[in-house]
Each structure stands twice: as structure tokens, then as C-alpha cells.
């Protein structure tokens, strides 16, 4: 016959739920530590906002400017390019598309500056 188990007791327990609880712990930091982190537009969504606004002040005829689509990367610490489709009309009345370029930086105040644009040709 079989001798019954004694029960178990918080001590015995301890040592195995410490090394858990641990192991649980460090997979927990290094699952932070890989995490995506925000780029681009996530971290400047006023970016491709201040981009359209200074295309559109620069193309013919801004009245008829569609911002179509647009794409943020980060290149410096409070620096970011930003690539957009558009559809204006041109000087000669036919809608051309096209893709322009901003370099758009944070000022103080979390005010966003372009100091440079690319137009189409």
C-alpha cells in the first residue's frame, strides 16, 4: 500500500514560485524592451500636416490641391521627412499627380517648421 503524501508547505513552495515569478518578471522586461517604438507619425502627427499646408502654399492654384497620401520617417531628433502624393492643377489647367517632399522640423513650442520643400518639376 502506499504511504499518503505528506501535504506540501509553504516553504517547500517558495523556492519554486520565486524562481516563477522571476523567470515571469525578465520575459515581462525584455517583451518592453523589444517593443515597437512610435516613429514617424506616430511620434509627430503634425508633421504631414504642416508638409500640406506648405505644398499647397506653393503649388498654382492651391484652391484645386488634394493631398492624397502621405509617409513619415524620422531622420533626426526632432527632424522628419515626409513624403506626399498630390493632385493639383497646374498652370495649364490639366490635374497632374505627383509626389512631393518635406523637411519638417519640431520648433519650440511644439510648433512644426518646413524649412525646405521638393515640388514636381
Known sequence: MLSPRPPLSPRS???????????GSAAIVQAADEAPK???RD????API???KAVKAALPNPGSFKWVSGKTRKVAEDAYSVVG????????????KAKVQ???MRAPGNQF???????PQ
Open 13 to 23: 513552495l517558495s523556492a519554486p514560485l520565486v524562481l516563477v515569478l522571476l523567470l
Open 38 to 40: 512610435p516613429r514617424g
Open 43 to 46: 511620434e509627430a502627427p503634425e
Open 50 to 52: 504642416a508638409c500640406m
Open 85 to 96: 502624393d498630390v493632385e493639383y492643377l497646374a498652370q495649364d489647367g490639366a490635374v497632374r
Open 102 to 104: 518635406c523637411d519638417v
Open 113 to 119: 517648421v518646413v524649412p525646405k520643400v521638393r515640388l
